[in-house]
């Protein structure tokens, strides 16, 4: 069961951690956030890695503006089970890493709190992926590799068109 926490400044989801399967990722939307081109809602994407840490991605991604897809039997180059979707050739593994394609950065993500039992995403800000190569003037942003650009999400509205790309 997910539970809400908050909202605005305090956007918060809390999710039992004995739910999370590991290595199997959880999607929960956002409907607030609004949907891509083919009305997949945009949410997060939660995944318990086996050395016990919770991530969690964003669902929307960078270069197409849709929605990604957990497909566990597809495979890319030697990984088994990758992020994609209809609308772009990039994929990410599921640790976030882009593993195919021409995108500028890996998965953005929220940072996730292990307290009492429960996964809780704090989805008020997002943290933008890493560089996959050296940005260029007309590349979307990136976040260095050993620092963190951030954005904040939009409260109780869908999340704008270029949302995360400037």
Not at 43 to 64: H, L, M
């Amino acid at each position: 069961m997910v539970a809400f926490l908050g909202s605005g400044a305090e956007s918060k989801i809390r999710i039992p951690l004995n739910e999370l399967e590991p290595d199997i990722p959880r999607f929960e939307p956002i409907t607030s956030w609004g949907s891509d081109s083919e009305q997949f809602t945009y949410g997060i994407w939660v995944v318990r890695i086996p050395n016990q840490r919770t991530v969690a991605y964003f669902s929307r991604e960078v270069d197409s503006g849709c929605h990604l897809q957990w497909q566990p039997t597809v495979r890319v180059k030697d990984t088994v089970g990758v992020f994609s979707n209809n609308c772009s050739e990039n994929s990410y593994s599921i640790h976030g890493a882009a593993i195919n394609g021409n995108t500028i950065r890996d998965l953005d993500h929220f940072d996730v709190s292990e307290v009492s039992g429960y996964a809780i995403v704090d989805f008020h800000i997002l943290r933008i992926g890493i560089c996959t190569r050296t940005p260029t003037a007309n590349d979307y942003i990136c976040s260095p590799e050993f620092g963190s650009t951030t954005r904040l999400i939009p409260r109780h509205t869908a999340l704008p068109e270029n949302f995360a790309r400037q």
